[in-house]
């Protein structure tokens, strides 16, 4: 019998880590103890920014990590994260059915595995006023987090700022920031309650977690146990998929119990919105090598994004 | 247990290597390495130098060499002393009298940094000095330095608040707002024993020979305008809106850097001092700081917190009985692990048992702060110590004795708000909806 | 830094190593005010700067490279109440140990910050925000850095070895050492307690 010991990012009550804690339930059931995996949450064992590497060294043999955070070593992990691209989960299906190739490849290249993707839930804005349209953010101070949220957020005239996530409470409360543009999760995670009346859904982008293997590890396990646990990651996904939009609705309803008033975007938020998408993903195209635009050209093609 | 055991045989090789002399940050990266080595299947040179690197090159980090270069400017040129001057004129009705800078000195500090290990380093930097020079006693001054250097914890912003807030999906306002109040109790704690200790020792603080008159007092008082006007800008900047509390640590140089042009104190050469003093300072406490990440890092693998924690869970006790179990169960971890790796490699098990036994997980957020920052000053790792050995040079075990006093009123405190609650809960529940 | 009475070509040089670091290191503190000062400034002028990474390669650089100069200034802490005591053949086999002790934890440190920095080279490894720089890159100077420590402790355990005082041994601080005249109440610092944090 193995023990894994895995890594991930988020706290037990975040949905990625329920679905990882079904995921190694079910292997270590019909492996038959062959395989338990010992899940180690919240940044407790290693990182979630380090956890790739961890995993590509050998230090660790499974882990959960986050795509959109490694945009800058190839822009497809950053796709996901353009506004109106793939603004459903219909949509962030596909769009992920599209990009696994390229991503097995590219993984195996490095000696790791994807098991399986998760998708967050997709986004909105927290602001103290109601939005009306996207007049409302000229000026406004947006805390953004990477490059293209930074980029989304110019375009819409926000007034960007660059701050690290363990900044954000102290920073609404003396003004430094104004408005922030993350999923219900993460509203929840820092209680945007506190500092915010508004939440409009704009959807728009639902970016990706995997669950990521090391290849040494995973061809030392005997063909069955492979196969266990390749059926369970094809459940996790699935799963992973109608978790995120139960918790969204879900999460919506929290953010409505302390308060907050949660409305969908305006139409005319949402067509700026998809027209700045179309801008970055002409940006995103330039950055991208060819092999990754066409990897995912037939997506493209297939949503008239062409 | 196995978690026991092994646990008592890493003890051991820490004791030994400590006790030998070898340097403290290098100590903690061999318990790591012994750790991860023989006891796990991990690859513990591959952890170590990523590990290292990691915790190395942190964004919150940044503010510490900043504020420790803060300190040595104003050290160095002769806004510390003007403002002890400016100081004693108002504080020698006070038992105690210059002691108690170090308290509010550090309360104001803790208002600006995060983190315990900047708030006794600058305000050590200025007042060890100082005090020593006016003759105070030793032991209080450290005593009292290294104990309300952990203020920086408790008062925010706080590093560890954010962290548990996280955690354990608790507002990161509320818990804020939760700390100011237990933050100006313990201020108080401290004062009255330094007033007591004052009044039944009174040959220990150095004899007053000033009769100022109030006109004299207020004319006295215009030492303190700059470094007042140095509080106002970094305070400002925060909470103006102007800069985040790590980014507040520039604004405190650069005023400093000012304030000493303006006192012309600032040539080449001491510009040159107060840099490479300050890269002493702050690469001595970072290079502990990242070796104890390692430790706690290697501790994660082994499972030992997480064994300890569910066998305290096993025991199935009373609310307060549980309370009581924590506290000492992480007093003990405290001694050896830095209080944020404490809480996260423990939380999965200890907020679990928290909740079930029905007690506010705000207000055990505050409980585990006060006792991650007992553990600031408990040997053999606690930073406020290594801090003020590499200031003071006095040894590490000299400084325990001097900040006991203050370990046990902070247990005090906790007593305290278990008591009352409230102190905790009130200012989060009427400022907020 | 004061280690012993003799000087000789390689004394000097090896004291400007690691002076030179100790500058380095603070030219990059130095770094990180100016990265901050750059983030805050283009907040007001409404440009986006991210100064956090730099800010942070800058910290790293300026820890690491500092290492060699903190140790041979007396600065890294370490308890000596036990050893201080001891007679003297005795605590020089101590101080041998201590030395190897340092000198094989820095060697191992080095080797594999060396072979991390490599590996962040072949897996193409790049920092997630704005200024996307090849980790490999600041992960050298965590090697270098790494290197002069390891250079420091030779030249400690031969110092040691030799019975000469080594420079880690120069340690004091404000309270330790140096007497301060307590009957001026105003009378602030000796000049020469500089070096002693
Ligand atoms: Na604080
Ligand atoms: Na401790």
């Known amino acids: 019998a193995t023990t894994w010991l895995m890594a991930s990012g988020y706290p037990e009550e975040n949905f990625h880590t329920k679905n990882i804690r079904m995921f190694i339930d079910e292997v270590e059931d019909k492996s038959g103890g062959e395989l338990t995996i010992d899940l180690q949450p919240n940044d407790s064992l290693i990182k979630l920014d380090s956890i790739k590497r961890a995993v590509q060294s050998g230090q660790i043999p499974i882990g959960e990590i986050r795509l959109g955070v490694y945009g800058n070593e190839d822009p497809m992990y950053i796709l996901a994260g353009l506004p109106f691209i793939a603004p459903t989960y219909e949509a962030a299906w596909e769009l992920k059915d599209a990009q696994k190739p390229y991503f097995d490849k590219l993984f195996d290249e490095a000696g790791m595995k994807v098991l399986f993707y998760s998708p967050w839930p997709g986004q909105g804005f927290y602001t103290k006023f109601p939005v009306n349209g996207p007049d409302d953010f000229a000026g406004v101070k947006l805390r953004i987090y990477s490059t293209s949220t930074q980029e989304m957020g110019e375009l819409l005239g926000f007034q960007a700022t660059i701050l690290p996530f363990a900044e954000i409470p102290q920073a609404f409360s003396t003004g430094l920031i104004e408005a922030l543009f993350t999923s219900p999760q993460t509203g929840i995670d820092i209680q945007a309650w506190d500092n915010t009346d508004y939440y409009t859904d704009v959807g728009a982008l639902y970016s990706k977690n995997a669950v990521i293997v090391s290849k040494a590890a995973f061809d030392a396990l005997d063909e069955a146990t492979q196969t266990v646990i390749l059926e369970a990651a094809k459940t996790a996904e699935k799963r992973a998929w109608e978790m995120s939009e139960a918790t969204t609705t879900e999460q919506k309803g929290i953010l409505k119990e302390h308060g907050m008033t949660v409305t969908e975007a305006p139409e005319s938020l949402v067509e700026k919105m998809t027209e700045i998408g179309g801008k970055m993903l002409v940006t995103w195209k330039e950055s991208a090598s060819p092999e990754a635009v066409e990897a995912v050209t037939p997506f493209f093609k297939s949503k008239g994004l062409e | 247990m196995a978690a026991g055991v092994l646990a008592t045989i890493l003890f051991t090789v820490m004791l030994i290597l400590l006790a030998g002399g070898v340097w403290i940050a290098v100590s903690l990266g061999i318990v790591g390495w012994v750790a991860l080595e023989f006891f796990t299947p991990a690859p513990a040179g591959s952890l170590l130098a990523s590990t290292v690197w990691d915790s190395s090159w942190n964004w919150a980090l940044t503010a510490l060499p900043l504020f420790v270069w803060m300190g040595e400017i104003l050290f160095r040129t002769r806004l510390s002393q003007d403002m002890f001057l400016g100081l004693s004129a108002w504080l020698s009705w006070l038992p105690g009298r210059l002691v108690h800078v170090n308290i509010v000195g550090c309360g104001i500090m803790a208002a600006v940094a995060g983190s315990s290990a900047v708030t006794c380093a600058t305000v050590g930097r200025i007042s060890l000095p100082e005090l020593k020079a006016r003759g105070y006693d030793e032991r209080m001054i450290l005593g009292t330095l290294a104990g309300s250097g952990t203020l920086g914890l408790l008062i925010p912003p706080s590093i560890m608040l954010i962290v548990y807030g996280v955690i354990s999906q608790q507002s990161i306002s509320r818990l804020f707002m939760a700390g100011v109040l237990p933050g100006i109790l313990i201020i108080a704690l401290f004062m009255g024993y330094v007033m007591i200790w004052s009044w039944l020792r009174p040959e220990l603080t150095p004899a007053d020979t000033e009769k100022l008159s109030l006109k004299e007092k207020l004319w006295r008082s215009r030492y303190l305008i700059p470094v007042m006007l140095l509080i106002i800008a970094v305070l400002g900047s925060i909470y103006g809106g102007f800069a985040t509390p790590t980014e507040a640590a520039t604004v405190g140089v650069i005023g400093s850097l000012i304030l000493a042009g303006f006192s012309r104190s600032l040539t080449p050469k001491t510009f040159m001092d107060t840099l490479l003093g300050a890269v002493r300072t702050s690469c001595m406490i970072t290079f502990i700081l990242v070796t104890a990440a390692f430790l706690s890092m290697a501790m994660g693998f082994t499972g030992i917190p997480r064994h300890l924690a569910t066998w305290v869970d096993s025991l199935h006790l009373s609310p307060y009985a549980l309370l009581f179990v924590l506290g000492i169960f992480y007093i003990i971890l405290g001694c050896f692990l830095d209080g944020v790796s404490m809480l996260v490699l423990t939380a999965t098990v200890v907020l679990p048992m928290v909740k079930a036994a029905g007690i506010d997980l705000l207000w055990f957020g505050i409980f585990a702060v006060i006792v991650v920052e007992a553990a600031q000053i408990t040997p053999p790792v606690g930073f406020n110590l290594f801090v003020l050995q590499g200031m003071s040079g006095r040894d590490i075990l000299h400084i325990t004795k001097a900040a006991m006093p203050f370990f046990f009123l902070m247990m005090l405190g906790l007593v305290i708000i278990t008591l009352v609650p409230q102190i905790v809960t009130i200012l989060p529940q009427t400022m907020m909806r | ?197």
């Open chain 3, 1 to 197: 830094m004061t280690q012993s009475g003799r000087t000789g070509p390689l004394r000097h040089t090896l004291d400007g190593v690691y002076l030179v670091s100790g500058v380095l290191a603070g030219l990059f503190l130095m770094g990180i005010a100016l990265s901050i000062i750059a983030q805050i400034i283009g907040r007001f002028v409404g440009v986006t700067i991210d100064g956090t990474e730099l800010a942070g390669f800058c910290m790293a650089a300026s820890t690491f490279l500092g290492l060699a100069y903190t140790l041979k200034s007396g600065t890294h802490v370490r308890v000596n109440l036990a050893t201080r005591g001891l007679p003297a053949g005795i605590k020089q086999v101590v101080e041998v140990l201590c030395c190897l002790i340092g000198l094989a934890a820095s060697a191992y440190f080095t080797y594999f910050s060396i072979r991390l920095a490599m590996q962040s080279y072949q897996f193409g490894d790049v920092s997630p925000g704005l200024i996307a720089a090849p980790f490999w890159i600041p992960q050298t100077g965590m090697a270098i850095g790494g290197g002069l420590l390891v250079i420091a402790f030779v030249d400690e355990l031969i110092l040691v070895l030799k019975g000469e005082m080594p420079g880690y041994q120069t340690e004091e601080g404000v309270l330790a050492g140096k007497p301060i005249d307590s009957t001026n109440p105003d009378a602030g610092m000796p000049a020469d307690v500089e070096r002693s944090i």
